[in-house]
């Protein structure tokens, strides 16, 4: 069985700091899919990442950065010079390739507080 | 505009009573799914659908029903078997097997409350 860890509860820094979610997770497949989703408090689910188990790349987005280590089972994420606007509820999810009945299962997620 | 119409936004329930809450895309994604949230909690998979006419159950499927008789629309009805209903309602799609066999981005809605009064 799959599974997703996200140890931190919630996380508060000062605005311009630089801040990393955890995610950790478990599963028995060789292919797998990783993703992460913002969750603002509107409530809708924002597509931030997805990242495939055979690409260990790490990758930048403007303030956004993702380092996957299949190593330690890890698929961090790191927002540089924090803005208030980052402030959500952040998730880390995992999709095994299982074709014809592929699901996501989710972290319980980190809530991030960006204090001005 | 494309995307995923989840409605209502905001439900309120009577205690014995059945309620449908409805989901459309436009992305002509094949596969559907609904989310259930709790506050604080993570996202716990109720029923998902891969084709028309298709459906699984999730994790926490006891209590819920689901249809899957358009491509394009995926109701949920929470019935009053369900005996803790209100929580947050997410309904999500993704492009399905035919144009990406596996590991293609799952896209949500903008959610649903659901209150039992």
């Known amino acids: 069985a799959q599974k997703v860890t996200q140890a931190q509860t919630e996380i508060s820094v000062v605005e311009k700091e630089d801040v990393t979610l955890d995610c950790v997770y478990e599963?028995?497949?060789?292919?797998?899919?990783l993703f992460w989703y913002k969750q603002p408090p509107s409530g809708e689910l924002v597509f931030l990442i997805r990242?495939?188990?055979?690409?260990?790349q790490n990758e930048i987005s403007g303030r956004y950065s993702w380092n996957f280590q299949k190593s330690t089972s890890s698929f961090n994420f790191t927002i540089t010079a924090s803005q208030v606007v980052d402030s959500a509820v952040y998730f880390c999810?995992?999709?095994?390739?299982?074709?014809?009945?592929?699901?996501?299962?989710f972290g319980t997620g980190t809530r991030l507080t960006i204090i001005p | 505009d494309g995307g995923i119409t989840q409605s209502p936004k905001y439900l309120f329930r009577k205690e014995g009573q059945n309620v449908t809450l409805s989901c459309e895309q436009n992305?002509?994604?094949?596969?559907m799914y609904w989310y259930r949230q709790d506050p604080g909690q993570g996202l716990r998979l109720i029923y998902y659908?891969?084709?028309?006419?298709?459906?699984q159950k999730g994790d926490i499927a006891e209590g819920y029903s689901v249809s899957r008789e358009k491509k394009e629309s995926f109701p949920l009805t929470v019935t009053s078997a369900q005996k803790n209903p209100t929580a947050f309602y997410l309904c999500?799609?993704?492009?399905?097997?035919?144009?990406?066999?596996?590991?293609?981005?799952?896209?949500f809605g903008e959610g649903s409350w659901l209150t039992v009064v």
């Open positions: 992305l002509n994604h094949d596969a």
């Open positions: 990242r495939n188990s055979f690409d260990e």
């Open positions: 999500a799609s993704r492009l399905g097997t035919r144009e990406a066999p596996t590991g293609s981005t799952i896209y």
């Open positions: 999810a995992l999709s095994e390739a299982n074709f014809g009945n592929e699901k996501l299962t």
């Open positions: 659908s891969q084709i028309v006419n298709d459906f």
């Open positions: 599963t028995r497949d060789t292919t797998y899919y």
